[in-house]
T-cell receptor
Framework: DAGVTQSPTHLIKTRGQQVTLRCSPK?????VSWYQQALGQGPQFIFQ???????QRGNFPDRFSGHQFPNYSSELNVNALLLGDSALYLC???????????????FGEGSRLTVL | AQSVTQLGSHVSVSEGALVLLRCNYS??????LFWYVQYPNQGLQLLLK??????LVKGINGFEAEFKKSETSFHLTKPSAHMSDAAEYFC?????????????FGRGTSLIVHP
């Protein structure tokens, strides 16, 4: 049973560039959430996708956008990169069932972005 | 809105000693509570979760946590630390109510285990 997979694992960009990160959820999961984890900090919620739509969004600017595909995989796009965007970007999958919380998030190992 | 506060950014124990990592939560409605562990260069892994059943929750690797509503706490314990327990630990809270839930994470506590 494949877990959550993310790519690339590491990447380096320069200020002003754009980046796309990819995530495949755990088999059977239908929901993908993205988190940003700065060095020495806890994960901060960026947004969540379900049924190919953004369901909820954290306090992140519009430079951060995403997409979910019919196979439930997801992309995170960041435009006009800033130095402060350097972080570990974590993808987490879960299964939304109607009527209740379904359980914990399953995290990938993350994509470490360095902006120079 | 919900939040968690993890007391102590670093906790240092000797191998074999008791591990106690503190977490206090704030929530306007009954919460769900989680502890996650993150090993270096890895993602987060769930240790245990409280979802309003038993207040004492047992997790993986010998960890457990007790939900105390009166103290708004959900501290993580392990009777005897092992070297392999050295990692970053995150407490998280989400709200009961169904549908999509978004856990809010604390800033983390780094557990250091000395031989």
């Amino acid at each position: 049973d494949a877990g959550v997979t993310q790519s690339p694992t590491h990447l380096i960009k320069t200020r002003g560039q754009q980046v796309t990160l990819r995530c495949s959820p755990k088999s059977g999961h239908d929901t993908v959430s993205w988190y940003q984890q700065a060095l020495g900090q806890g994960p901060q919620f960026i947004f969540q996708y379900y049924e190919e739509e953004e369901r909820q969004r954290g306090n992140f600017p519009d430079r951060f956008s995403g997409h979910q595909f019919p196979n439930y995989s997801s992309e995170l796009n960041v435009n006009a990169l800033l130095l402060g965007d350097s972080a570990l970007y974590l993808c987490a999958s879960s299964l939304i069932s109607r009527g209740g919380v379904t359980g914990e998030l399953f995290f990938g190992e993350g994509s470490r972005l360095t902006v120079l | 809105a919900q939040s968690v506060t993890q007391l102590g950014s670093h906790v240092s124990v000797s191998e074999g000693a008791l591990v106690l990592l503190r977490c206090n939560y704030s929530s306007s409605v009954p919460p769900y509570l989680f502890w996650y562990v993150q090993y270096p260069n890895q993602g987060l892994q769930l240790l245990l979760k409280y979802t309003s059943a038993a207040t004492l929750v047992k997790g993986i690797n010998g960890f457990e946590a007790e939900f105390k509503k009166s103290e708004t706490s959900f501290h993580l314990t392990k009777p005897s630390a092992h070297m392999s327990d050295a990692a970053e630990y995150f407490c998280a809270v989400s709200l009961q109510g169904g549908g999509s839930y978004i856990p809010t994470f604390g800033r983390g506590t780094s557990l250091i285990v000395h031989p």
